[in-house]
């Protein structure tokens, strides 16, 4: 098996590129896409293992990229990570309704503690628990 591939969705120049490093030092291909718009037909055209996706972006935010990507039966099942500054309880309930697999509070964690949860969220799928709720 390849390299796990990463589309990260950030329009801040500076925290994407720093984001973008850590990842690629920590073993991922990632692709970088700057806006909405953008999110959407790279996840469409390279069908990553994970979008990590910003709510707040120019052309259309992250919570109408997850609306869209999941309404796609090629892009349905692609796990979204949101990694944002929006924290709210309203906003986490959101994106986790809209179907993301996580939640990050950029504000709340060090791009090192990001990655670490990216990571921990490959080691887990790929080992699932066997405890059925």
């Known amino acids: 098996m390849g390299k796990i591939k990463i589309v990260l969705a950030e329009d801040d120049e500076i925290l ?5 490093e850590e990842l690629q030092d920590a073993g991922f291909e990632v692709k970088r896409a700057i806006d909405g718009e953008e999110a959407i037909i790279m996840t469409k055209s390279e069908k990553p293992d994970l979008l990590l996706l910003d709510i707040i972006m120019p052309k259309k935010d992250g919570f109408q990229v997850l609306k869209e990507l999941k309404s796609f039966p090629e892009t349905e099942r692609i796990p979204v990570i949101i ?15 809209l179907g993301a697999a996580d939640y990050i509070v950029k504000s709340q ?23 059925k709720n």
């Open 83 to 97: 990694m944002t500054m929006l924290g709210s309880d309203d906003d986490v309930k959101k994106g986790l309704k």
């Open 16 to 20: 994407s590129s720093v984001m973008m």
């Open 109 to 131: 964690h060090a791009v090192a503690e990001m990655v670490e949860k990216i990571k921990n969220f490959f080691s887990q799928e790929q080992h699932p628990t066997t405890i």
